[in-house]
């Protein structure tokens, strides 16, 4: 039999690290698979030959997106054509549904069988997707378990796969060890900061986290802060945003990479809305969550919400089990107020660290194999 070919599409870093989860898994199964698309750094050492690098689909919101547009638009017609041209036996789009579900109702008309890896949030708003979704994939696959039954009862073929990351952080020390391993005082309270993965956060974000780290040290200035940082670029611009709120001597670390780290050691964790959240969860860390984004962004997205939380772990849990400042009401002083009162407050830290335990048990079920062992039956028999 000819060597099996799979298309993803990944297009942002978390994406990049389930698609790399996934390739490696579907490579056990099927030894001699070939996967080619876009993808990450984490991607391509998995061994995909990577098309279009996924830096080029990383943008978020509707005033960024529409600066990109015209080239976002072209990489999907040429990786179309490819993709038309040399038709993989599956098709798999993690993520990025704005740009992944055209592509993936395209491909499915023409008879390539297609997955969509991780549900859009139809369950926060735009519930009408799910049409669009069912005439787009042949097979969904869920993170989390309560999208298993809105897919089913809408004729959606669908798995509930688990989360990777729930399996993935189970290795991650925790604590002191976390501290020792980053040789951090065990005394002093220590403070995660994560603002965000893309340029487009840090310049919403970078302000407003330096200065509630600055109001932090003034009431606890034995306090450590960690800020892991994904790119250079993201880093220069924190760097520069310490500059000029003349904050070069707050006790602040800047790490490339090494977020889990991190939120590991910390006591609390203030984190941008995003997959953080989630990792900050599964870690069973207190968190404040955050997010500012341009005011046009937020007035779009404003009557769009069926759900009155915005951070994942308070979605998953279905209540606020952490805080959730958002646009105006995310200040540095309402922040700071809301971290100082969580680090004082040992009992609700604990309760928290019970309750995302309990998360990360319903969504630990080794999610790259399970969702390889979804597919796998697709890719041998070639199927929509």
Known sequence: MRPRTVAIVAGEASGDLLGSQLILALRELMPGLNVVGIGGPRMEAAGMDVWFPLEKLAVRGYIEVLKHYFEIVGIRRKLRRRLLRNRPD???????????LDLERSLKSRGIPTVHYVSPAIWMW????????????????????????IYRNAGVDVAFVGHPLA???????????????????????????LPGSRQSELRYMADLFVQTAKLMH?????????????????????????????????????????????????????????????EAALLCKPMVITYKMPPATYWLLQGKGYLPYYGLPNILSREFVV??????????????????????DVATRDRIASSFAALTASLSRG??????????????TGNA
């Open 323 to 344: 805080p959730e400042l958002i646009q105006d009401d995310a200040t540095p002083e309402n922040l700071n107020q809301v971290l100082l009162n969580l680090l004082a």
């Open 367 to 380: 999610g790259a194999r399970q969702a390889a062992l979804a597919v796998l039956p697709m890719l041998q």
């Open 126 to 149: 735009r519930r009408e997707r799910i049409k669009k979704i069912k005439r787009a994939v042949s097979k969904m696959l869920t993170l989390f378990p309560f999208e298993e039954d």
């Open 90 to 100: 599956l098709f798999i789009g993690i993520d990025a549904p704005d740009f992944n």
């Open 167 to 193: 399996d993935l952080l189970e290795q991650i020390p925790r604590d002191d060890a976390a501290r020792e391993h980053l040789r951090l005082p065990s005394a002093s309270p220590v403070i995660a900061l």
């Open 218 to 278: 003034a009431q606890l200035p034995h306090a450590v802060f960690l800020v892991p940082l994904a790119t250079r670029e993201t880093r220069e611009m924190f760097e520069t945003a310490l500059y000029a709120n003349k904050a070069e001597g707050l006790p602040l670390t800047i790490m490339f990479g090494h977020a889990q780290d991190a939120m590991a050691a910390a006591d609390v964790v203030l984190v941008a809305s995003g997959t953080a959240t989630l």
